[in-house]
């Protein structure tokens, strides 16, 4: 019998369970197109055709019986809720799921605006499948890799941070850092390269509650540097993103 064959489901690893994937798009040609080069990879997919069905399910997903999605890829123009504001929702609410904007869009302001209410990476329509897969496929491992069981040690180059004991050791001498400066440090060293705009590490660090203005991430960045760099003015691990933010590494 072929079910014989067939591993139990409930001995299976929880590693070995495929991504589950979001998929929003109104336009049924692309969503189908979408969902097909998805599912040939082995994903598991479920679509929504508006903004607040997406909600919904991505609500029903966040209860704790049931496993969340990996992955969101997310069309800008939709019913009801649009993209960005599901994706500045989302982020506002402190999900921090991957999420893949697809866009009819094509101008610089609408890629920096995806990327600023906190999306992950962005696609111009029209795209190619193998571009699609190419890039939920890196995030699907950036994903997997953030949420392996928090690491003890964060290491880059010769700044090591301790999650656990709040500690932070640059060339095997310990520094001393406030609350929101380690906050700062373990968020940027949790995803290297990842670029920051001001607002999302206000969101990030200093939380919804924070009044003040983004100079208040310029000055603690200026701190940062000023404990972790050989030279602050020629920065190596903070670095300026000009026109974004900032970026670790
Ligand atoms: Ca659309």
Known sequence: MLSLDIPNSATKPELSTPPHILVVEDEELIREMVVLALKEQGYEV????DGRTALNLLQEAESPSHSSFDLIVLDLMLPQVNGLDLCRLLRYQGNTIPILILSAKVSETDRVLGLEVGADDYLTKP???RELV???RALLR???FSTATKPSVLQFKDVTLFPEECRVM???KEISLSPKEFRLLELFMSY???VWSREQLIDRVWGLDF???TKTVDVHIRWLREKLEEDPSKPQYIVTVRGFGYRFG
């Open 211 to 213: 009044l003040g203005d």
């Open 134 to 136: 190419a890039r939920c």
């Open 46 to 49: 479920v679509t929504a055709i």
């Open 142 to 144: 950036r994903q997997s």
């Open 192 to 194: 290297p390269r990842r």
């Open 127 to 129: 795209f190619s499948m």
């Open 170 to 172: 640059v060339n095997q």
